[in-house]
């Protein structure tokens, strides 16, 4: 039998009909290739020898690997319009796909790790961010596997390291990786990769840009101050555009006029200061505020609640400091709205007093925590509430008017999250830094970033005890053993959770002993000490019983039951799975995710206990609902039950198609050992 389709952009997929009796459903319509490379300006001036030389570049490949190419330059010279406006000439060459990734090299936020910029990549060609693998290793796995049948061009902005790009570049000769970066890169070097520098306009290719923001006929008219301020900016793109965006905000005043030649010292004022200087006071303050903000970018709202400014004049100011060039307007996001990034050079030139900073912070936490607090609040609202200050609640608060909404916004920020508790910790923000980390769970747990919640949950574990607030000491403990279970780092996990318990212990608080002895067994059953996971299991179903806690007991019971069956106890495993089940259907709202798992666990007890019939018909059942559900990794994991009940029955070509469909889907999702663990299981049986 065979029951698997094969989607190009998501590996096997249910499908409409019925294949025995499993109802299948439609895959979801493909994707377009996705095109993240900006539009180029119509003003985009000169580089004709670069593009012909990058050219030649590209046809210098090297076989297995994807050629890098690397151009440098200084900030402000055009590296990624020439890169964009490169990648667009060659996108046929590129069918499957152009991305667009920011590494953050000159941001206040720390540069973007690999594993962070795989999960970006992977998102763009369409893969669903609650369907990431947990752990690093299985999603740059996932990573590589995307690549290694497409053509696609990856383009990498403002890298600081080469191991931000090497563990990306794909083993694919049909890829290309563009990196755009101040300093060369002996490193990538090494490995290959082509660099290419990026020099200054030459005078007349500066007039002529000039020209093309000033309109030829006022450059007509004045080419001896044209002349003039190409002269000024030193042929540098950025130089060249901020001071024709400052004479076109003043269409009467004379280019003769113009700040940047007012000066006695040309040589010593960047053009950039010059613009910061001349600006009118509402945009000066509003730039000068907006630099304390630790982000890699801005909206409206994070701006309008740091600096104090009401949100309507906010957005205009922004749009008045793009216009200018000291912000680069950077996209449109479908929550925060435009979204803006403010030019290092920018940053490295206003400096703000120390009581200015501390209050722009303050505000910027306070406003991360308010917004968090929303999403919590909506995605998983049973989450305990930490108590916290009301200082400054944002004027205009961040629409989050649904789940997506929710998620959107904490993919978002997720960059900025270190960098903020790291000004939490400046300033001594204990309370804050805690309350923000315990109100981000849905940005750990739903979209599963399990490297950024293991460092973040031990900053604020340390945040809590400076803070020595109880009830945070524990919510810090337990969400931090939850982190290194997700990522595979049993012990620290298993340590954790017994300083959890021993917290609750003295604190007389049974419903956090349940969860701890809970995730005690839980992190025990993981590992296979099944015989040292059941008196934990045991213990944790009483305790919530006892509360009254359904959910909690229905999900100890099913790794009980499982647990004993899969010791050979099926007796005792079958009705521990049934009781699991009806626990978790009585719930209310429902749990339709455990109920499946209650399900496929059952079918699995049943499978060992010899109950063929019945136990293919449960883990059906279970894959149906899974699918429904459109949660592929419980899906993969159904779908390997149903292979291991086939090999039990002796349906042993049923059992290899099984497995090879499990063994697609783990695939597709990177999941790295449960793909070795088939691939072995395969082996087995096609040696028999």
């Known amino acids: 039998m065979s029951n698997r389709v094969t989607d190009a952009r998501t590996g096997p997929v249910v ?14 319509p493909a994707l377009p290739a996705p095109r993240q490379l900006a539009s180029v300006t119509r003003t985009f001036t ?23 190419i690397v151009i440098t330059g200084p900030g402000g010279i055009g590296k990624s319009a020439l890169a964009a406006r490169w990648g667009h000439r060659h996108a046929e060459r590129y069918p499957d796909g152009q991305l667009l990734v920011h590494l953050r090299a000159d941001s206040d936020c720390d540069p973007a790790p690999a594993t962070e910029t795989a999960r970006s990549l992977l998102i763009g060609l369409g893969t669903e961010r609650g369907q990431l693998p947990w752990q690093a290793a299985d999603l740059q796995a996932l990573w590589r596997s995307a690549a290694a049948t497409r053509r696609l061009l990856v383009v ?33 070097a090494a490995h290959g990769a082509h660099h290419h520098h990026l020099a200054p306009l030459t005078p007349t290719h500066s007039a002529r840009l000039l020209a093309r923001i000033l309109g030829d006929d006022r450059a007509r008219t004045e080419p001896d101050a044209v002349e003039a301020l190409a002269r000024v900016c030193e042929g540098n793109p950025l130089a060249l555009s901020l001071a024709a965006g400052e004479a076109v905000l003043a269409p009467g005043r004379p280019l003769a006029s113009h700040p940047a030649l007012a000066t006695n010292d040309l040589e010593t004022v960047p053009m950039i200061a010059v613009t910061y200087t001349s600006l009118p006071e509402p945009e000066g303050r509003l730039l000068r505020l907006a630099v304390l903000i630790p982000a890699p970018d801005l909206d409206r709202f994070a701006v309008a609640a740091a600096t104090a400014t009401p949100a309507a004049q906010t957005l205009q100011l922004l749009h008045e400091l793009a216009a ?35 209050h722009v912070l303050q505000r910027y936490l306070d406003f991360l925590i308010a917004t968090a607090h929303d999403t919590v ?50 300033l001594d923000e ?7 980390v315990h109100d981000l769970w849905p940005l750990f747990h739903r979209l599963r970033r399990t490297d950024l919640s293991v460092t973040c949950h031990k900053l604020g574990l340390g945040f809590a005890r400076l803070w020595g607030h109880r009830p945070a000491i524990y919510e810090m403990t337990a969400a931090l053993a939850i982190s290194h279970k997700r990522a595979g780092e049993h012990l620290h996990a298993l340590r954790l959770y017994e300083e959890g318990r021993i917290l609750a212990a003295e604190d007389q608080d049974p419903s956090r002993i349940a969860q701890c002895t809970a995730g005690i067994g839980a992190t025990l059953y993981e590992t296979g000490q099944y015989a040292a996971a059941e008196p934990e299991l045991t213990r944790a179903i009483e305790l919530y019983t006892d509360l009254g806690e359904r959910r909690g007991a229905g999900l100890a019971e099913i790794l009980l039951g499982s647990a004993a069956a899969r010791q050979g106890n099926t007796d005792l495993g079958i009705p521990l799975l049934q009781q699991a089940l009806a626990d978790l259907e009585s719930l209310t709202p429902p749990d339709p995710l455990n109920v499946a798992r209650a399900k496929v666990f059952l079918g699995e007890a049943q499978s060992l206990a010899g109950q063929h019939d019945l136990a293919a018909g449960t883990i059906n059942n279970a894959l149906q609902e899974f699918a429904q559900l459109g949660h592929r990794h419980w899906t993969a994991h159904a779908t390997e039950y149903l292979g291991q009940a086939a090999e039990r029955t002796g349906l042993i070509e049923s059992a290899v198609d099984w497995y090879s469909s499990s063994q697609d889907q783990y695939q597709n999702l990177g999941a790295t050992r449960d793909v070795e663990r088939l691939h072995n299981r395969l082996l087995a049986l096609m040696n028999r």
């Open 156 to 188: 990498l902005e403002d890298a600081a390291t080469a191991e931000q790009v090497i563990p990306l570049v794909p083993a694919n000769a049909d890829c290309l990786v563009v990196v755009t970066s101040r300093s060369p890169m002996p490193a990538l």
């Open 324 to 358: 200018r060039h000291l912000l680069e307007h950077t996209g449109r996001h479908p929550v925060r709205g435009d979204v803006y990034r403010i030019r290092p050079e920018v940053r490295e030139l206003i400096r703000n007093p120390a009581d200015t900073r501390r």
């Open 377 to 426: 609040r909506r995605l998983t609202p049973h989450h305990r509430v930490l108590p916290r200050q009301h200082r400054h609640h944002p004027a205009e608060p961040v629409p989050i008017n649904g789940d997506d909404a929710a998620l959107d916004w904490l993919d978002a920020i997720a960059p900025a999250v270190l960098t903020a508790l790291a000004a939490a910790r400046e």
């Open 46 to 68: 000169d580089r004709e020898h670069d593009v012909v030389a990058l050219d030649g570049l590209l046809d210098q490949q090297l076989v297995g690997t994807a050629p890098v």
């Open 430 to 436: 204990h309370q804050a830094a805690t309350v923000l």
């Open 15 to 28: 499908q409409a009909g019925q294949t025995g009796d499993i109802h299948f459903h439609p895959a979801a």
